[in-house]
């Protein structure tokens, strides 16, 4: 089962609901730098959930993130729930792989590229 890692920006109603649904959520220290997440990331080998657009150019300065990868939610406002409720479908799609992969995810929308090797 696919491991997630939120980052602290992902409101904790999201983190609850992903839990509540079965997933293993962790939830990032208060203050830690974007670097010191994406190395626990790929040390517990969890996909980082984030509102922080920045980690698009952190993955790319990375190079490679084998089997972590980054779902970067572009959404403004909203529930504190919106960002678990916009991946759960993609949780649940069997042709949607989160790992290893750059995603942006807005309601309605899904995008997906892959880390220059």
Known sequence: MIRLLADENVPRASVLRLRAAGFDVAAAERGASDEALL?????EQRVI??????FGRLVAGA??????GVVYFR???GR???PAELLLPLLHAPRIVLQGRFTTVRAGRIR????QK
């Open 63 to 68: 190079g490679r993130l084998g089997s972590v």
């Open 80 to 82: 504190p729930e919106a």
């Open 39 to 43: 190395a626990r990331a790929v040390s």
């Open 75 to 77: 959404i403004r406002g």
């Open 49 to 54: 959930l984030t509102l922080d657009r920045d």
């Open 112 to 115: 997906q590229r892959s880390p």
